[in-house]
């Protein structure tokens, strides 16, 4: 059973360009959350989603970002027009329902730091 | 909002020798968890511990503890007999019950393990 597969690692952006951050959680998990770690800093949680629904994007910056999971393939988190201050590691993980974090273990990706130049 | 405070952005450590990781963390909720995450160089996110708030026996899992004291809020985390591998960055972590998903973390303790 594959962990929880992030890519890619590593994405370098230019100012101005878009990014595309991949999801794909482990198998039998249909619940998934974005969280960016700044430099420095411990992760801040971003948007919560289930199969074809946003739960809760409260941590989402209002503009430039969006998440997406669709029922076929992986969650997507996408940044528009990337500015330097977007520079972060952005991890993913999954739990195989709501509960997950309470009584079954959630896991994490091995997360994607992107690099705006 | 609830906040975890990790006042030590550093710690050295022997091999073989037990270091202690303080957090704190502030919250008005009577019903929580508590983590403690490793992230070594690799970036993986490991959970390393985690403690129920009403549950008052301290979770141990093989030779990391924790010191769970509810009142004071502190929440620290024990490495016995430290090893290299432990060297990593060390993440507490908080969730209400009432908000299940959603992880509070401090901004970490680097772990250097010396030879």
């Known amino acids: 059973n594959a962990g929880v597969m992030q890519n890619p690692r590593h994405l370098v952006r230019r100012r101005g360009q878009e990014a595309r951050l991949r999801c794909s959680p482990m198998k039998g998990h249909s619940h998934v959350y974005w969280y960016r770690q700044l430099p420095e800093e411990g992760l801040k949680f971003m948007v919560y989603?289930?199969?074809?629904?946003?739960?809760?994007e409260s941590g989402m910056p209002k503009e430039r970002f969006s998440a997406e999971f669709p029922k076929e393939g992986p969650s997507i988190l996408r940044i528009q027009q990337v500015v330097r201050g977007d520079s972060a590691a952005y991890f993913c993980?999954?739990?195989?329902?709501?509960?997950?974090?309470?009584?079954?273990?959630?896991?994490f990706g091995q997360g994607t730091r992107l690099t705006v130049v | 909002a609830q906040t975890v405070t990790q006042s030590q952005p550093e710690m050295s450590v022997q091999e073989a020798e037990t270091v202690t990781l303080s957090c704190t963390y502030d919250?008005?909720?009577?019903?929580?968890?508590l983590f403690w995450y490793k992230q070594p160089p690799s970036r993986q996110m490991i959970l390393v511990i985690r403690?129920?708030?009403?549950?008052?026996q301290n979770a141990t899992e093989n030779r990391f503890s924790v010191n769970f004291q509810k009142a004071a809020k502190s929440f620290s985390l024990k490495i016995s007999d430290s090893q290299l591998g432990d060297a990593a960055m060390y993440f507490c972590a908080y969730r209400a019950r009432s908000n299940d998903y959603k992880l509070s973390f401090g901004a970490g303790t680097t772990v250097t393990v010396r030879a």
């Open positions: 993980a999954s739990s195989p329902n709501r509960q997950g974090w309470g009584n079954t273990e959630a896991f």
């Open positions: 989603l289930q199969k074809e629904n946003i739960i809760d």
């Open positions: 919250t008005s909720e009577s019903d929580y968890y």
């Open positions: 403690q129920e708030a009403y549950k008052q």
